[in-house]
């Protein structure tokens, strides 16, 4: 391992020969780094926290503290790290705030500066926080979201693979997976430019699109509208669009211009 002489390490740490750890930082506790990684100057990493290989850990980056939540008593919880992950200045990484549980973050993400992502939340893979970016807690991002800068996610808020969330938005209700975000609650179309990027053929890309407008603009209630959808003999995507929705707690996102509920999917 390459140490600055000015880092502190505990002896507990399990650390691979192969991590470099920069000036100043602090590794408390249990934790474990893979081979690769870097950790880079006052970052600050404890608790049991498991994080993977070639993962690279920016300046005064907070990973596996103590979780924001009232109710929180002392316990053995865990944030665990994938590979190949960028996490830049100052991004906040809660551990759980239950007993065994665990904050998640899978592989080659990228967390852009002072984002936060609170305890028992769950990123895929590939997943980008913009600058500023705030998860409370349980929030659950699928692969391939991008979530611009200042965004603000409710507790709880599930966002499905390949969203993309505009700038400044604020969500309190689950975004369906494939679609654009934008104001306080609201999808405006499909992330078309997302879709192509990551590889899907032209014809899914029509079936989503569909599948949007059925649920969207054909006036049906949702669960009516998810009949239709799949009685269309529908793609994978398709249908991982319909099951989303079909597990939502939280309900999901009105369509720009109405309601989910009038002009657009009506609730049960």
């Known amino acids: 391992m390459k140490q600055h002489q000015t880092a502190l390490i505990s002896p507990e740490a399990q650390i691979d020969s192969d991590v470099t750890v920069g000036p100043f930082a602090v590794i408390e506790g249990p934790v474990k780094i893979g081979a690769g990684t870097e950790i880079m100057a006052h970052a600050h990493i404890s608790g049991h926290t498991e994080i993977g290989r070639d993962n690279t850990i920016h300046i005064g980056a907070v990973i596996g503290h103590i979780p924001q939540h009232l109710g929180f008593k002392d316990c053995v919880s ?7 992950n960028v996490i830049r200045e100052y991004v906040t990484i809660h551990r759980s705030w239950m007993p065994d549980n ?13 984002s936060h992502v609170a305890h028992d939340c769950h990123l895929g893979n590939h997943v980008v926080l913009a600058n ?29 693979r390949l969203v993309m969330v505009s700038g400044m938005t604020g969500i309190g209700k689950d975004i369906p997976p494939f679609c ?12 078309v430019i997302g879709l192509r990027r990551a590889g ?14 059925t649920l969207y ?8 509208a998810l009949e ?12 991982h669009f319909v099951e989303f929705i079909q597990q939502s707690k939280r309900g999901i996102c009105k369509a720009v211009g109405g309601e989910v509920g009038e002009k657009d999917a009506r609730e049960e």
């Open 200 to 213: 899907i053929p032209e014809d899914r890309r029509m079936q989503i699109r569909k599948a949007y407008k």
């Open 217 to 224: 603009r054909s006036n049906l209630k949702i669960r009516d």
């Open 132 to 160: 500023g970016t705030l998860l409370g807690g349980h929030v659950v991002i699928e692969d391939n979201a991008f979530l611009s800068g200042n965004t603000v996610f409710h507790q709880f808020v599930r966002v499905g």
């Open 78 to 84: 865990y944030t665990k790290i994938g590979d190949r």
């Open 228 to 239: 239709k959808i799949m009685a269309s003999n529908p793609c994978d995507e398709v249908r």
């Open 102 to 114: 665990a904050t998640i973050i899978g592989d080659d993400c990228f967390l852009m500066a002072m």
């Open 180 to 191: 654009i975000a934008v104001g306080l609650s609201q999808v405006c179309g499909i992330n």
